[in-house]
C-alpha cells in the first residue's frame, strides 16, 4: 500500500509557532509517525510542480492525506479535478482538519463545507459514537486535548454514511468530527482535529485515528463496474432496433 | 409554494415521435398534471435566456424539476453553478431521468453519475422499498411500465440517504430508481422513469410520485445556520487572544 | 389524527418537587401545548386497566407520545408487544427523555438502549445537525436548557436513520439527542430532553419539537405490503411443480 | 478468529433431495469452504443440548453463521437471547436465506423480517451496488444462480446500514439480498441465497461473500463503553447534592 501526505506546507515556512512545533513540516509529522509503522509513505507538497501530484504519483497512490489551509485556491483546477477523478476510480482519501474547505473535499461533498471556529486554546473531547468501525479501533470512550482550534455545527457536509465521533468544546459547541462517504469507487475519511499552532498530530490516539483511517480507506480488488450501453441479458418480448 | 419545470425541449422539436407524445413538449405535460393540483407551476427551456433560470425567477422557486437528455453540455457553467447555490440555500430538486447526467446533479453528487442503459422497448417495474416515506404515499407495491429505456446498475451516485424504489427489468438489471438526498438545506429526489419516446409522464402513479417529491423537497421555516468566526457561549479557562 | 401521550405518572404521585412543577402530570403539561395547537390529544397511564392501552385505543391512535422512568418493568409483556406491533403497523411513536429503557423501545431497537447519565442541574445545549428535517423546523441553531439530566455517549442503539440533534453538557459529555427510525410502517422519533424534576416540557422549542415530531411520525395512506407465497409476475422457463 | 456455523440441520434428515446436495448438512458444506482458507470453523445444530449454543462455546466464538428455515420456533426463547446478547457484546452474525425469520434477527433487527417468497426453479441474479465494500471485494457485476427460492420485496427489515447486493428475478421481483446492521458492538450482515434444495453453498462467489461477510464481522480490539451514573469531566456552576 503506497501512501502520500500532501500538505500546503504554508504555515510551516511564515509562523515560527508553527514551524518550532512541526520542523519538518506536518506532512513530515505525519509520515514520521506512518513509517514507524512500517507503511509505505512519501510527501507532496503545494510549491512543487504539480503540487507533487502528478499523473504519475496519483496512479501509484493507494490512499492520500491531505491537509492545507490558507492556499486552498492556490490548488489548480487541473490538479483538484485530477485527484477527485483519482477518488472516484479508488484511491482512499484522508481529508484532515481546515482541508475540509479544499477544493477536492468540496467538489466530492457538493455542498458549502463551511462551519463555526474559533481560535481560543480550548478543551476538545472527541467522543466515540460508532465502536464498531475499524477506524474507532483502539480508542476508549473519548480522546481529550488539551488546547484545540474549535470546529462547531452546522457543518455543511452530506450526511455522512457513518458518524465516527462527535466533539465537544469547552465554548459550548459540538462537531461532528469523525464520518466517512463514498464516492464513486473511493473511500473518503474525514478527521477534524489538527490546527497548525498545536502538537495535536503527536497525540497517539490522533496518530492512531489517521492511520486506522487509511488502512479503512485503501481501494479494493474489486472490477471497475462497466457503465454505458448494454446488451439484455434475458430476451425481451418487445424488442425493437431502437438506437441512440 | 412557487414551482418551475426546466426542460431541455431538444427531443421535442427534433424527433416526431416524441412530438407526438408531447405535444406541449415534456415540460408541458408536467406543468398540466401539477396545475391540475392547484399548483403555481411555471416552466422554463434550455434556448431561453440563461436557460429561463435568471437570479429573480431562482429567487422565487420553492421547487424546480429538472429534465435534460442530449445538450447537457449547452447549460452554461454560470447557470448551472447558480442553481446549485440555490439548492445549497434551500430550493428543492426534483431530478427526473436522463438529468443522471446533468451538470447540476453531477456538482451536487460529486460522482460521475455513470450507469449502464438500453433502449429496447422493455418492461420497467418499480418496486417499493420503503413503504413509510410521503413520497410513496399512495403508490401500491410497485408501478409497472410496459414500455421503458433501461438504467441498470452500478449506478455512481452517493449511498442515497433515502432509498425509496428499485426498479426491475425484463432484459435482467435492477436499478436505484427513487432516491433522496440532502445538500447544503436543499433537498433533492432523483426519479429514473421518463424516455422522451414513452408516454411516462401520462402514468397516474408517476405523477403522483413527482408531485409527492415535489412537497417532500420544498423547503422548511429554518433559520440559515450561522457560519464563521464565532464567540465561545462559555467561559474558557485557557483563552488567549490569539487570532487568526 | 388522533393522538396518545401515555406516561407512567409515578414520580407526580410520589415526589413533591414533580407534582409542584407538573400539577396535572407530565402527560397532563404535554397534552396541553398539543390541544393549544388544535390537536385531538387524550392521555393514558401507567396504573389504568392495561395502562389504558386497549386493542380499542390503539387501533384508533396515529402517533403514541411514550414517557416513562421508574416503572418500565411494570408494564405488562402482553401491553408492549401490543404496542410495539401497532408501530410496525404504521402506528407513529414518540419516545421521551427516560422511556429510552422502555420495554417497547428496546423491542423495537433491538439493543439495550443503555447510557451514561447524571443528575447535577447542568446545562444541555441542544444543536441542531439537520436543518432541513421537518422536525427541526422552526428552531434556531440550538436550544438551551438551563438545568437538565445529562445524558451522555455511548448510547446504545442502532445507528439512526436520521440524527437531528446532538447536545452538548455542561460537565463534558455529548449525546445524540433527536434521532429517527422506521420500523415496519412505523416512525419512531427518540427526543432525549425532559427529566421530571426540571420544567423542560414548558420550554417553547421543545413543544414545538414534539409538535413537529408527531406531524412527522403520522402514518401515510400507503397500502400494506402484501407478504408470503406469491405467484409468478413473468413466465419462468424453468417452472416446475416444486412446493415447499 | 474463531468461528462457528449453526445450521437447522432437519431439511437434511427428512429431504433426499437436500441430503443428496448437502451430504455433510449445510452447516457441513459450509464449514467445508471455510476451512479450505485456513479459518478455524466448527459446527453446532439445533438437536445437540442448548442448540450446541452453550455459554461456553458463545463465549469463545467471534463470527456466528445461522442457518435456520422450518424449525425456528424450537430454537429455545433461553439460547436466542445468549445469542442476541452475545451479539450485542461484539459476536459478529452472519444470517443467510430464511434465517431471515429466525427469533436472533427478529430480535435484532425488532420488526416483523416478512417477505415474498415462491419456490419455481427461477433464475436470481445479485447486483453488487455498493463495490467498495469488504463484503463485495473480487465478485464482478453480479453473481448469477441459475435456480433459487424467489425472495421479493416488500422486506420488513429496519434500513439497512450498507446495501450490498439487489437481486433481480426472473419471476419480476427484485430484493435487497445483502444488507449490513449494527447492534450494540456487534456488526451482522444478512445474505438472502441458499435454499436447500440447490447447490448454492458450492457457488464460488457465493462462497467468498460469505467469507468476506465473516471477516467483515469479527469483532474489533475497541474498550467496551462504560454506561450508567457518571462524574462529570468538567466544573459545572450549578452543581447540587440531586441524587436518584
Redesign the interface.
Known amino acids: 500500500m503506497k501512501i502520500v501526505v500532501w500538505n500546503e506546507n504554508r504555515h510551516e515556512k511564515e509562523n515560527e509557532v508553527v514551524s518550532s512545533i512541526y520542523p519538518e513540516g506536518i506532512h513530515g509529522a505525519i509520515q514520521g509517525f506512518l513509517e514507524k509503522e512500517g507503511l509505505d509513505v512519501s510527501t507532496a507538497t503545494l510549491d512543487e510542480p504539480e503540487h507533487g501530484l502528478t499523473e504519475e504519483v496519483l496512479n501509484h497512490t493507494d490512499v492520500l492525506v491531505w491537509w492545507g489551509h490558507q492556499a486552498h485556491d492556490e490548488v489548480t483546477e487541473e490538479v483538484a479535478e485530477r485527484v477527485?477523478e483519482r477518488v472516484?476510480e479508488?484511491m482512499g482519501l484522508v481529508v484532515l482538519h481546515s482541508a475540509h474547505f479544499s477544493k477536492v473535499f468540496k467538489?466530492?461533498?457538493?455542498?458549502?463545507c463551511?462551519?463555526?471556529?474559533?481560535?481560543?486554546?480550548?478543551?476538545e473531547?472527541l467522543?466515540?459514537?460508532?465502536?464498531?468501525?475499524?477506524i474507532?479501533?483502539?480508542?476508549?470512550?473519548f480522546i481529550e486535548l488539551?488546547?484545540e482550534e474549535?470546529y462547531?455545527?452546522?457543518?455543511?457536509i452530506?450526511?455522512p454514511?457513518?458518524?465516527l465521533f462527535?466533539?465537544?468544546?469547552?465554548?459550548?459547541?459540538?462537531f461532528?468530527s469523525g464520518a466517512t462517504?463514498?464516492?464513486?469507487?473511493?473511500?473518503i475519511f474525514y478527521f477534524r482535529p489538527g490546527h497548525e499552532?498545536y502538537p495535536t498530530y503527536y497525540h497517539t490516539d490522533i496518530q492512531r485515528v489517521i492511520s486506522n483511517g487509511i488502512h479503512w480507506a485503501a481501494g479494493?480488488?474489486?472490477?471497475?463496474?462497466?457503465?454505458?450501453?448494454?446488451?439484455?441479458?434475458?430476451p425481451?418480448?418487445?424488442?425493437?432496433a431502437?438506437?441512440?
Chains 1, 2, 3, 4 share one sequence.
Open positions: 477527485k472516484l479508488g467538489k466530492l461533498m457538493g455542498t458549502s463551511d462551519l463555526k471556529w474559533r481560535e481560543a486554546d480550548e478543551k473531547r467522543w466515540v459514537v460508532n465502536p464498531t468501525h475499524p474507532t479501533e483502539g480508542i476508549g470512550e488539551e488546547k474549535m462547531g455545527e452546522h457543518f455543511d452530506p450526511v454514511e457513518e458518524l462527535v466533539s465537544w468544546f469547552e465554548g459550548g459547541e459540538v461532528r462517504f463514498q464516492r464513486g469507487r473511493g473511500k499552532t479494493l480488488a474489486t472490477p471497475k463496474p462497466v457503465y454505458g450501453n448494454a446488451q439484455p441479458l434475458e425481451i418480448a418487445g424488442k425493437t431502437a438506437g441512440r
